[in-house]
């Protein structure tokens, strides 16, 4: 089994700049990759960034440039840089892990408006 908690989210303006972080727990080392995915109203929830256990990255088309993915081995815990902010950034974000499984935070809201 593996918990994640997500923290960081919240209201920021057009432009602006916030940071998601993601603790996990439990058995860890059977992690191969853990990931933020978001989910707009209305929509599927889908992939922002994911980094592996080996260090590599992989971002949505349309957060390149802008969010910037990252691990602290040492805490357990995976961040997400995301600077100028859209409106379209709007979403619950979602940490996940894949362990043989993928596992789910319960997920952090971060509202993007003036």
């Known amino acids: 089994q593996v918990q994640l908690v997500e923290s960081g989210g919240g209201l920021v303006q057009p432009g602006g700049s916030l940071t998601l972080s993601c603790a996990a727990s439990g058995n860890i080392f059977s992690i191969t990759a853990m990931g933020w995915y978001r989910q707009a109203p209305g929509k599927q929830r889908v992939l922002v960034a994911e980094i592996t256990s080996g260090g590599s990255t992989n971002y949505a088309d349309s957060v390149k440039g802008r969010f910037t993915i990252s691990r602290d081995n040492a805490k357990n815990t995976v961040h997400i840089q995301m600077n100028s902010l859209k409106p379209e950034d709007t979403a619950v974000y979602y940490c996940?892990?894949?362990?043989?499984?993928?596992?789910w935070g319960k997920g952090t809201l971060v509202t993007v408006s003036s």
């Open positions: 996940g892990a894949d362990a043989r499984r993928v596992y």
